[in-house]
């Protein structure tokens, strides 16, 4: 099974970046797509942003020119640049990955990192 482990969370005031990792661990070829999501206490969990295997990439549009994910394959890991943070990003982060064995299709997650942005 994929493990997801995550990091770089904490508390920055508003305007200020903070830099998420993701680190994979396990069958890592059958991973198709790796991205974030955040769920604010009250909301739903909304997707921040992802990247395919094949390097497509996609930003929910609240985060755009903000937020930029990337990924170093040699460490398995991706992360999400956070720039110019606002107090209304302030949510638990989930790492998100996608892996398909034997034409199944399944959805892993991280353990979750809090981000607070204090206005």
């Known amino acids: 099974q994929v493990q997801l482990v995550e990091s770089g969370g904490g508390l920055v005031e508003a305007g200020g970046s903070l830099r998420l990792s993701c680190a994979a661990t396990g069958p890592i070829d059958s991973i198709n797509a790796m991205g974030w999501y955040r769920q604010a206490p009250g909301k739903q969990r909304e997707l921040v942003a992802t990247i395919t295997s094949i390097g497509s990439i996609a930003y929910a549009d609240s985060v755009k020119g903000r937020f930029t994910i990337s990924r170093n394959n040699a460490k398995n890991t991706v992360y999400l640049q956070m720039n110019s943070l606002k107090p209304e990003d302030t949510a638990a982060y989930y790492c998100?990955?996608?892996?398909?064995?034997?034409?199944?299709?399944?959805?892993?997650w991280g353990q979750g990192t809090q981000v607070t942005v204090s206005s």
């Open positions: 998100n990955a996608l892996s398909t064995v034997n034409y199944f299709t399944r959805a892993y």
